[in-house]
């Protein structure tokens, strides 16, 4: 099992910049996939960002160029740097890693960005 607890969500005016952690309980090494999703106020959950242990990364379309997945060098730890942030990225932004055929899902981080 792995426990995943994101943070670094608040409250930043559009054009500010916040990072997101996610912290899991194991080496990173060891899961196919890391992800980051948000989900806003009357919308379904979306894909922001993923990487594979390799390094590759992928980005929706909205947030591309903005936002950038990483993991730190102890690889436990999941970053999401968003810069550049829009009042249409407030959302929840939940952290996701899958050990297969297991998703684990955080509680979430609350992001508001404000004009």
């Known amino acids: 099992q792995v426990q995943v607890v994101e943070s670094g969500g608040g409250l930043v005016q559009a054009g500010g910049s916040l990072r997101l952690s996610c912290a899991v309980s194991?080496?990173?090494?060891?899961?196919?996939?890391m992800a980051w999703y948000r989900q806003a106020p009357g919308k379904e959950r979306e894909m922001v960002a993923t990487?594979?242990?390799?390094?590759?990364?992928n980005y929706a379309d909205s947030v591309k160029g903005r936002f950038t997945i990483s993991g730190d060098n102890a690889k436990t730890t999941i970053y999401l740097q968003m810069n550049n942030l829009k009042p249409e990225d407030t959302a929840v932004y939940y952290c996701?890693?899958?050990?297969?055929?297991?998703?684990?899902w955080g509680k979430g981080t609350l992001v508001t960005v404000s004009s």
């Open positions: 990487i594979i242990p390799d390094g590759s990364t």
């Open positions: 996701k890693v899958r050990v297969p055929p297991i998703a684990y």
């Open positions: 194991r080496n990173i090494l060891s899961l196919n996939n």
